[in-house]
Structure formats: C-alpha cells, structure tokens
C-alpha cells in the first residue's frame, strides 16, 4: 500500500511562505502524476498544482506564479514552495499520486496538513 506523508504546514502572516513537503513510500517515479489539493473549510477539495512524471506542471489559476511543485526522485519526495500567502490559502493541503496503466487507474492520498494564513 502506497504511503504519502506530508509535513511543513502551519501557521504564517500574509505575504509570507511556507515549503510542503511530502514523502511517498514508494519512488516517485512509478507515479503517473503526483501533487498536491487543498480543502477549505465549507468548499470542495480543488486542485492546487500536478506533477507528470516527465515534468510538465499544471498549476490553479489562483496560485500561478506563487506555488512552486517540485519533486526529488532520489528521495522520493514532492514539495510545494507556496509563496506570497493569502488568507485564501488557508486550507487543509493533500499530497497526491496517482498511477494509470492500461488495466487500472488508482490514486493515493495523504493524510492531510493544516495551512493557515493570518491576514
């Protein structure tokens, strides 16, 4: 079973940055895409930024130019350089991987970490 643990959430002032990290049990490059959503509180989860394996990026309208999605395949990691924060970030934050073969699609999750921005 695929494990995904993140870790770098916490509180900051607007205007500040915060790096996510996230650590797979698995290389990063058996994955198909691997990213990161988010969760407001009373809102749907929404796509923050994807990672393809090959490298190609997909950013939220919201946060192009700010965030940063980066992943180190020697340690299997993927992180999110999140700069210039609103409160708007404010949300609960997913790292996600998901691996598509011809037989299966199946997408992994981890726990969650808190991201909270003080205006």
């Known amino acids: 079973q695929v494990q995904l643990v993140e870790s770098g959430g916490g509180l900051m002032q607007a205007g500040g940055s915060l790096r996510l990290s996230c650590t797979a049990s698995?290389?990063?490059?058996?994955?198909?895409?691997t990213g990161w959503w988010r969760q407001a509180p009373g809102k749907q989860r929404e796509l923050v930024a994807l990672l393809s394996r090959a490298g190609s990026t997909n950013y939220a309208d919201s946060v192009k130019g700010r965030f940063t999605i980066s992943k180190d395949n020697a340690k299997s990691t993927v992180d999110l350089q999140m700069n210039s924060l609103t409160p708007e970030d404010t949300a609960i934050y997913y790292c996600?991987?998901?691996?598509?073969?011809?037989?299966?699609?199946?997408?992994?999750w981890g726990q969650g970490t808190q991201v909270t921005v003080s205006s």
């Open positions: 698995e290389s990063t490059l058996s994955f198909t895409n």
């Open positions: 996600y991987a998901e691996r598509n073969t011809l037989e299966s699609h199946r997408t992994y």
